[in-house]
């Protein structure tokens, strides 16, 4: 029953910042899926007879590979698969049940807020037994392993159903589906204080949270509606489509127009939200404002200690490089560490295993805790509406209170997408090597202090990540960061990050772009944005 098959091996199957992505087609080439999936397996070692959790985002193409990834792991020696119904699991939720269950990892099939469908995107990640990606030691391996495969393990049985939870044995291996929502919508009542959330809501607060045709739309129905009590409707798109209704799942003001336009309103709602793909990032927008996630980042850990989970404080605060110091001042304040990261949420694990951070960001609309180790957008969402319910104030005004005791940073990132991949790889190398040179010169009032190639050095286990984006810090606190996406499948995505602090409360009110329109200038110049992709604007501003 078990067959051992031949294979070649394929030369692009290297995981970026979150897995493996790529194109359906490509995924859709013989054996693609299957070489991936037991270079993983290969990588791995002590796993006979135990766990891993299987699930995925619902995307095209998801009870393809599912099917394919059970029977692997029965052929190649798991004692037991648990999968979420109908092959559904969101990112959190995965991490959850990977922690909960004491699985030995997890195979989340996901692109994310990448856009799905039979020629859109498509991924494989694995997360390991802490419920968090793996680290680049694992990546590492993996890819290398893709290099050389020559077969591949798959028992030969009838395909698994999917759709009935219960267990039932596949090639000798226990599969057992399990609902997709209930142990993770228990991890939020454990965290949150839902009696208090709900005599908001109760008490006439309007929430209203978009979950774009993705994963998040079962949790959000349950939670937000059956357990917080919000009037039906409250919760759009509720239905996982496979190909999102042919929209970009991606919670930002691009791709959530509809919500942010709603949240402007004269009889906006009080508060808005979006969640992804996958469900680990979140939007955040309260009547008439617009909360950068940066900016979010800081304030849930200004406040986190407001809601049950979060009353003993925290133990630090971990964002990504290129996310705005804005939680640096709040560390700061509460005495505490703050951490800087390269982009990507496996590079938090290591820092919440020690207990060293207890809350993480990106400037990317991912917030999350050591509640699982993954970013998570329903928790963010949750968080807020906790916070909100304890101070009984409304967004606008926590905002603008937040920035007079810590100032502002004004941030914004602008995407370039689909770049000629050489222009962009160019424009990198021409960065580099400006890098000695930069510091000391002048652009108009803007005079460079530093600049370097981020590396991190893990405090935990002292592993080095190199090249993890271009810096230039300005006088005064201001800074341009320059990197290439990690998770784009067609071309390069150049992302340039920009920010502003402004300590004087009198100047908080400026329209963002605005307000860095020097540095984006100076970007342009020290960069060659324009003249070497050819744009002559971003493709996404957030
Ligand atoms: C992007 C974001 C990064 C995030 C990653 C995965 O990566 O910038 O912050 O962790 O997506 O998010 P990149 O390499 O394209 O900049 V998701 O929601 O895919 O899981
Ligand atoms: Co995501």
């Not at 042919?246 to 919670?251: E, F």
């Given at each position: 029953m078990i067959k051992t098959i031949a294979t070649t091996p394929y030369d692009d199957q290297k995981p970026g910042t979150s897995g493996l992505r790529k194109k359906v087609p490509v995924f859709q080439q013989k054996n693609y899926a299957e070489n991936f999936i037991q270079a993983i397996f290969d990588s791995?070692?002590?796993?006979?007879?135990e766990t891993l959790v299987i699930g995925g985002d619902?995307?095209?193409y998801n009870r393809e590979v599912i099917q394919i990834a059970i029977k692997m792991a029965a052929a190649n020696g798991f004692g037991r698969v648990l999968v979420g119904r109908g092959g559904i699991l969101s990112t959190p939720a995965a991490s959850n049940i990977i922690r909960k269950y004491k699985a030995f990892g997890g195979i989340v099939l996901s692109a994310s807020h990448n856009p799905g469908g039979p020629t859109e995107d498509f991924g494989i990640k694995y997360n390991i037994g802490n419920g968090g990606p793996a680290p680049e030691k694992i990546t590492d391996a993996i890819y290398a392993r893709t290099k050389v495969i020559d077969s591949y393990k798959i028992a030969d049985?009838?395909?698994?159903?999917?759709?009935?939870e219960g267990a039932q044995d596949v090639a000798g291996m226990s599969v057992t589906v399990i609902d997709p929502v209930t142990d993770y919508a228990a991890l939020m009542e454990e965290l949150f204080d839902f009696a208090a959330i709900r005599s908001l809501i109760s008490s006439g607060f309007n929430v209203v949270f978009d979950a774009?045709?993705?994963?998040?739309g079962p949790y959000a129905k349950e939670i937000?509606?059956?357990?917080?009590?919000?009037?039906?409707?409250?919760?759009?798109?509720f239905v996982p489509l496979p190909d999102f209704g042919?929209?970009?799942?991606?919670?930002n003001l691009v791709h959530a127009r509809a919500l942010y336009d709603q949240m402007m309103a004269?009889?906006?709602?009080?508060f808005g939200a979006a969640s992804d793909g996958d469900g680990d990032r979140n939007l955040i927008i309260g009547k008439g404002i617009f909360v950068t996630p940066s900016d979010s980042l800081a304030l849930l850990a200004a406040?986190?200690?407001?809601?049950p989970g979060y009353s003993a404080g925290l133990a630090g605060i971990a964002r990504s490089m290129?996310?705005?110091g804005a939680a640096d001042r709040v560390a700061e304040k509460l005495g505490i560490k703050l951490y800087e990261t390269p982009t990507?949420?496996?590079?938090f694990g290591n820092l919440l295993d020690a207990g060293l951070a207890t809350i993480c960001g990106e400037e990317s609309a991912g917030t999350g805790s050591n509640h699982v180790r993954e970013k998570d957008g329903l928790w963010a969402v949750l968080l807020w509406l906790n916070i909100l319910a304890v101070r009984k104030e409304s967004v606008i005004d926590i905002v603008h209170s937040h920035w007079a005791t810590y100032?502002?940073?004004y941030y914004s990132r602008h995407d370039y997408e689909e770049v000629d991949s050489a222009a962009a790889n160019g424009l990198v190398t021409a960065l580099r090597d400006q890098l000695a040179t930069l510091?000391?010169?002048?652009?108009g009032a803007l005079k460079v202090v530093a600049a370097d190639d981020f590396a991190y050095h893990?405090?935990?286990?002292g592993s080095v990540s190199k090249n993890q984006g271009i810096r230039i810090l300005f006088e005064g606190g201001s800074r341009v960061v320059f990197r290439l996406s990690?998770?784009?499948?067609?071309g390069a995505t150049l992302r340039v990050y920009i920010e502003r602090f402004e300590p004087d409360t009198s100047r908080h009110g400026i329209e963002t772009q605005a307000a860095l329109a020097d540095l984006i200038a100076v970007a342009d110049e020290i960069a060659g944005i324009r003249s070497r992709t050819g744009r002559d604007a971003p493709s996404v501003i957030t």
């Open positions: 791995l070692e002590g796993f006979a007879g619902g995307r095209f049985v009838e395909d698994i159903n999917l759709d009935n774009m045709s993705a994963v998040t937000i509606e059956n357990r917080l009590g919000a009037p039906k409707g409250s919760v759009l798109n042919g929209h970009h799942p991606d919670p004269d009889d906006a709602p009080d406040n986190a200690h407001l809601a290129p996310t705005s990507g949420w496996k590079f100032g502002r940073n510091p000391g010169k002048s652009f893990d405090p935990v286990d990690g998770t784009g499948t067609s």
